[in-house]
């Protein structure tokens, strides 16, 4: 359990000197917004490159991908359903709500657990890989439709082909992608540059979350959709390292510290990437804030009974 408690200290001393910096207000009253920009626009755009390119894309293919697209798909649409037929929110809340309850927290969490709880950071890959490649690009798309322009304006098919397209975070995965696919290894003078800006990315998405927190009180009456982020964090807490268990174990015959690291990758908390598109497109921020910081207090014991049960 020392991987467990190291990654979870990181992640909030971080939060914490994001939320100093909110309280002393060192960055202004837009610190948020800019760091949000920055980390949306050009910190993850060149991580995502970076990490793409130089990736073993033959990882990919695993009964890890396997299950984690699956319950992926299948509880971001347990959650739109859900909502929309509960809460009756709009697509935008729609998405980062399904992004919340679905968008592992696969990188400045999933990695550290990763070596030092199931010793081995390979079982994380294809989760990384597929929110880069696949979860997030179709979720952004969706929000480049109805977050910026209103789901009440009509869209040209122009518009909806090319939306994917005008994303960075979306173009940088897809040159990562290529450059991995065709075998050329960049010289080092040219990846280092992405490398020292994508560096930023995690940090600076926890220091935006951690300013995210400063003047208000998570969950509290009134500001908060309590349903919509008790739908979110049980279905991520719960509902997905279920549907991870059930069908690694019952579908595809997996048992032993396979599904073991299966089920912890799947309990795993919100990503704080979440956060950082709800800010971009000023939709579900507060549902995106406070589902990460529940689901971030809920996986501790939730990981810890899935070591018991199953390590």
Same mark, same amino acid.
């Given at each position: 359990m020392s991987g467990v408690v190291a990654g979870f200290t990181v992640i909030f001393v971080v939060i914490a000197v994001g939320y100093l910096l909110g309280r002393l207000g060192t960055l202004g009253s837009q610190g948020q917004f800019v760091l949000g920009r920055l980390v949306f626009f050009v910190a993850? %755009?060149?991580?995502?490159?970076?990490?793409?390119?130089?990736?073993?894309?033959?990882?990919?293919?695993?009964?890890?991908?396997?299950?984690?697209?699956?319950? !992926?798909? !299948?509880?971001?649409?347990?959650?739109?359903v859900v909502a929309k037929i509960w809460l009756n929110r709009p697509l935008p #809340?729609?998405? @980062?709500?399904?992004?919340? !309850?679905?968008?592992?927290?696969?990188?400045?969490?999933?990695? %550290?657990?990763?070596?030092?709880?199931?010793?081995?950071?390979?079982?994380?890959?294809?989760?990384?890989?597929?929110?880069?490649?696949?979860?997030? %690009?179709?979720?952004?798309? @969706?929000?480049?439709?109805?977050?910026?322009?209103? #789901?009440?304006e009509k869209l040209s098919l122009i518009d909806t082909v090319t939306a994917p397209f005008k994303n960075p975070i979306v173009l940088a995965g !897809?040159?990562?992608l290529i450059v991995?696919? @065709?075998?050329?290894?960049?010289?080092?003078?040219?990846?280092?540059?992405? #490398?020292? @800006?994508?560096?930023?990315?995690?940090?600076?998405?926890?220091?935006a979350f951690?300013?995210?927190?400063?003047?208000?009180?998570?969950? #509290?009456?009134?500001?908060?959709?309590?349903?919509?982020?008790?739908?979110?964090?049980?279905?991520?807490?719960?509902?997905?390292p279920v549907l991870a268990y059930l069908m690694a174990h019952f579908l595809l015959g997996i048992d032993g510290h396979q599904l073991f690291a299966i089920v912890v990758v799947s309990t795993l908390p919100t990503a704080q990437n979440v956060f950082i598109y709800a800010s971009r497109y000023r939709r579900g921020m507060v549902l995106a804030r406070d589902s990460a910081f529940v689901t971030t207090l809920a996986s501790i014991p939730a990981i810890a009974l899935v070591t018991a049960l199953l390590a």
């Open positions: 993850t %755009p060149a991580l995502l490159f970076t990490t793409l390119a130089s990736s073993d894309l033959s990882v990919i293919f695993s009964p890890t991908l396997a299950v984690a697209s699956a319950t !992926a798909f !299948a509880v971001g649409a347990l959650y739109v #809340e729609l998405t @980062i709500g399904a992004l919340s !309850a679905s968008y592992v927290n696969s990188a400045n969490l999933g990695i %550290p657990i990763a070596v030092f709880v199931l010793g081995d950071a390979t079982f994380v890959a294809p989760l990384l890989l597929f929110q880069i490649v696949v979860y997030s %690009p179709i979720a952004l798309t @969706i929000l480049d439709l109805t977050a910026l322009r209103g #789901e009440a !897809a040159a990562g991995a696919l @065709i075998g050329w290894v960049p010289p080092r003078p040219l990846m280092q540059p992405f #490398e020292l @800006i994508g560096a930023t990315s995690v940090p600076g998405a926890l220091l951690g300013l995210s927190l400063y003047g208000v009180r998570v969950l #509290e009456k009134g500001s908060s959709p309590r349903r919509d982020v008790a739908l979110a964090s049980t279905l991520k807490i719960v509902v997905q």
